[in-house]
């Protein structure tokens, strides 16, 4: 069974510029979740799809959107890049969206700002 | 609100020594989910164990082993006999039901250098 397939692996933009990622979840699998890595505050919560639907969304500006298709890919969009938003951006599929639910997650996609 | 701690930023070890890795959560919940995960070098996160705040019993899967107590809100995890492939991060988590959702809240991570 394919895992958690996140694309591209590595990326570097320019300030102000936008950038999309893009997660496969395994196959079945229809809830997908986003975080952000960093040293300095860990992994936070971006947001959660489950069935083309935004379910829950966490402490970030608006320049971070994200969005699911009817085969539960999902991609995150993330414009107007600043320094700051230099990260890991995991990616999480899980079968269902309670919370109990295992969640499996991609190699991430590390996004350099310059 | 949930939190999660995990107060050892760093911990080394020698090969075969036992460690463990302490994890205090704090929840408004009576359900709720407590997970560790593994992230290796690679980067991706793998799960490792999860739990549910009404089973408190205590679990051992090879060297590996998880005491919940939920009297002092831990979720400790030992590993015995340490070997150099578990050097990583190991991350605590917890997912509350009332909300329903997905939203793990993760620990700061503690990571593990084994030395041979």
């Known amino acids: 069974k394919a895992g958690v397939t996140q694309t591209p692996r590595y990326l570097i933009k320019t300030r102000g510029q936008q950038v999309t990622l893009s997660c496969s979840p395994i196959?079945?699998?229809?809830?997908v979740s986003w975080y952000q890595q960093t040293p300095g505050q860990g992994l936070q919560f971006l947001f959660e799809?489950?069935?083309?639907?935004?379910?829950n969304k966490g402490n970030f500006p608006g320049r971070f959107s994200g969005r699911q298709f009817s085969n539960s890919r999902s991609e995150m969009n993330v414009s107007t890049l600043e320094l700051g938003d230099s990260a890991l951006y995991l990616c999480?599929?899980?079968?269902?969206?309670?919370?109990?639910?295992?969640?499996?997650f991609g190699q991430g996609t590390r996004l350099t700002v310059v | 609100a949930q939190k999660v701690t995990q107060a050892q930023t760093e911990i080394s070890v020698v090969e075969k020594e036992d460690v463990t890795l302490d994890c205090v959560y704090e929840?408004?919940?009576?359900?709720?989910?407590l997970f560790w995960y593994k992230q290796p070098p690679s980067g991706e996160l793998v799960f490792l164990i999860r739990r549910n705040s009404f089973d408190e019993q205590n679990e051992i899967s090879g060297r590996y082993s998880w005491n919940f107590q939920k009297s002092t809100s831990s979720f400790n995890f030992t590993i015995t006999a340490s070997q150099v492939v578990d050097s990583a991060v190991y991350f605590c988590?917890?997912?509350?039901?009332?909300?329903?959702?997905?939203?793990?809240?993760f620990g700061a991570g503690t990571r593990l250098t084994v030395k041979p």
């Open positions: 988590a917890l997912s509350e039901v009332f909300y329903n959702n997905n939203d793990m809240r």
């Open positions: 196959s079945g699998h229809r809830s």
């Open positions: 929840t408004r919940d009576t359900t709720y989910y």
């Open positions: 799809y489950f069935s083309e639907t935004q379910r």
């Open positions: 999480a599929s899980s079968y269902m969206d309670r919370a109990e639910t295992e969640a499996f």
